[in-house]
């Protein structure tokens, strides 16, 4: 109990908390709309506007070359989300603009990072997280971004499940779809953003997708699906950040396995128990 009282700890284990709660939200909306991978484009992109935001700092003379990364990332994802959004409003394969946006930004990434002074290594943090040097600064910076995400995700859940769930039928009762479907963009690129010092930009998906996708198995309407998601996104987040105070491994991609872990597990158990069942009615 003692590493409680480490502000470290207790750094890593809020940005942890809200980063678990946070996520879900938008992944269920994602889950909804058939867009799981859309996070892995636009993480892309984010990491372009990382290595754009350390050219900025480099050029600026700035004591901390990184210290615009976030604000990069969070205009590039941005603008990313706003890109997949308008085309597949205008019809465009969706995951043919991903896949673009994929590549193009993490070359980009790579070849910006080494024009502003850094190397490969420099971006190892971002590609796989880096929750360990968080600072009070980037706490606060998430809770503010966490909040914005909870509240609009829950605040408009409504409309927003009217939109994934049947465009056509929202707009037959007034909805404004096309703003709505830009929000769970901005919203998808924003939580990006605030999960990248977690789980890094790799594996940021994978935190908005994974709990969901267990909460799935477990439930049957789609408000207590994003419920149990969140609950599971943030015991992931705390269980695998906890782990890795005693042991030597890498935060994000434990919290990763562990989801992969629990969604095998729940499977199991699941299907052993229908499976039961239908011998106990033959």
Not at 169 to 180: E, N
Not at 244 to 257: E, F, K, M, R, Y
Request: glycine fraction near 12%; charge should be positive.
């Amino acid at each position: 109990m003692t590493l409680l009282t480490d502000p470290l700890v207790q750094r890593m284990l809020l940005v942890g908390l809200l980063v678990g709660v946070a996520a879900p939200i938008v992944g269920t909306y994602l889950v909804q709309r058939r867009m799981a991978l859309l996070g892995d484009g636009i993480g892309h992109v984010a990491l372009a506007g990382v290595a754009a935001g350390w050219l900025a700092g480099s050029a600026a003379g700035l004591a901390q070359r990184d210290a615009l990364a976030v604000p990069g990332a969070v205009l590039f994802a941005i603008a990313g989300a706003v890109i997949i959004e308008r085309m597949r409003a205008k019809g465009a394969a969706a995951d043919v603009v991903m896949a673009i946006l994929f590549y193009g930004g993490i070359a980009s990434g790579v070849l910006l990072i080494g024009v502003a002074g850094g190397s490969n290594a420099s971006l190892l943090g971002y590609l796989f997280g880096s929750i360990s040097t968080v600072t009070w600064t980037d706490v606060w910076v998430t809770v503010v971004l966490a909040i914005l995400i909870v509240g609009i995700g829950l605040g408009l859940r409504g409309a927003l499940f009217a939109v994934t769930h049947d465009q056509e039928f929202a707009r037959s009762t007034g909805l404004p779809v096309q703003a709505l479907n830009m929000i769970v963009a901005v919203l998808a690129a924003v939580t990006i953003t605030v999960a990248m010092r977690v789980v890094g930009v790799l594996l940021v998906s994978a935190l908005m997708i994974l709990p969901v996708a267990i909460a799935q198995r477990l439930t049957t309407s789609f408000s207590r699906t994003m419920h149990a998601a969140m609950a599971i996104g943030a015991s992931l987040t705390l269980a695998g950040i906890w782990v890795t105070l005693t042991q030597n491994l890498q935060p994000g991609a434990l919290i990763v396995v562990l989801g992969v872990g629990v969604y095998i597990v729940v499977t199991v158990v699941l299907a052993a128990r229908q499976g039961v069942r239908r011998g106990a009615n033959s």
